[in-house]
């Protein structure tokens, strides 16, 4: 079975609810009506009642299958305000301002999964990701013992043609631009969660760079080889490999004339980037000539699932966003 069609029918068996602050806009609504009728999540939209619903009639939607919110005049503003407050008073934040800032959508939605009606949120397609991300960091924070909040692209790898078939994380692409040795190791750690969780595969993790098992000397490669020694340190059943080079982490001929004593078993399904340039490029690459399918930026990390779209999405990306969203909640916590 496919990775993503995997994650669908994995969702469908316990539905999620899943909150899209955006839902004004045509591909959340058409991406809002096919989650809902295909069984992956409950939903919740964001938006004026007057634009939305005859959007979603439109589309075919039953009435009331998919909520529909009004930010500016939900009748728990209150509650969302007071807590909002609670959460940025140390800022400055007045009680005032708060009542302010909660009618944005996404800083609504980030509340409102915080406070435990949704089980998590997708933004994006209209918001900047530094808006969506900002939201999420002040709003949801942290997961517990989480210090390094990072991202990751899904990548699915599934035409008839493919060399090499199934699904593989790309970390990280999307948000810390220059991570330390400590930061790699977190987001090498919780990559290899989010395999567990979406390819329900044991993660077999490489930390890529231009040098293979001290080939080259260069002051950037002492991250890559501190941050693999404290994996090794706290997590020594973590199958994990660095610095390695993509080549020789992909095949297996390779990696055994370049890194004998290499300890990846087989084929990585982690790959982390040695910084934010390298993975952003990497994985376009890999999208744009080699076909691959790039679900994300996923974030991982947060107290409770929040996902970021590209502003250039379509319906398909965004329902398969959703879905993510989905396992991530399940794997967190039961539903909300």
């Known amino acids: 079975m496919k990775p993503l069609d995997r994650i669908y029918e994995t969702c469908r068996a316990a539905p999620r609810h899943i909150l899209l602050p955006e839902g004004e806009d045509p591909r959340i609504q058409a991406a809002a009506v096919r989650a809902v009728a295909d069984g992956l999540a409950r939903i919740t939209l964001l938006g004026d009642p007057a634009r939305v619903r005859p959007a979603l009639a439109a589309l075919g939607a039953a009435p009331d299958a998919v909520a529909v919110i009004d930010p500016d005049h939900a009748p728990d503003l209150d509650l969302l305000a007071a807590e909002c407050h609670r ?35 997708v933004g994006g397609a209209v918001a900047t990701t530094a808006d969506t991300v900002r939201a999420a960091l002040q709003f949801i924070g942290r997961a517990p013992g989480i210090t390094t909040v990072s991202s990751f692209f899904l990548m699915l790898s599934c035409a008839k043609d493919a060399p090499i078939k199934g699904g593989m994380i790309f970390a990280d692409c999307g948000l810390v631009i220059t991570p330390t040795a400590a930061e790699l190791a977190d987001i090498a750690r919780a990559s290899a969660a989010s395999a567990r969780a979406l390819l329900d595969e044991a993660p077999r993790v490489a930390l890529l760079s231009f040098s293979t098992a001290g080939s080259a000397e260069h002051e950037s490669l002492g991250r890559i080889r501190t941050g693999l020694a404290q994996l090794r340190a706290t997590d020594p059943d973590l199958e994990v490999d660095g610095e390695i080079q993509f080549d020789a982490a992909l095949d297996d001929a390779i990696r055994a004339r370049k890194a004998p ?30 076909g691959l399918t790039a679900i994300g930026p996923v974030l991982q990390g947060l107290a409770k699932p929040a996902n970021d779209l590209s502003r250039g999405c379509t319906a398909d990306e965004v329902l398969a966003v959703i879905a993510v969203t989905a396992m991530q909640a399940m794997a967190a916590a039961p539903a909300g």
């Open 261 to 290: 004593g290499s300890r990846l078993t087989g084929r990585p399904n982690v790959f982390v980037f040695p910084d934010l340039a390298s993975g952003n490029i990497g994985y376009k690459i890999a999208q744009r000539l080699g």
């Open 87 to 121: 959460l940025r008073a140390a800022k400055g934040v007045t009680i005032e301002q708060a009542r302010d800032l909660v009618r944005d959508p996404l800083v609504q939605a980030a509340l409102r999964v915080r406070l435990g009606q949704a089980d998590g949120t």
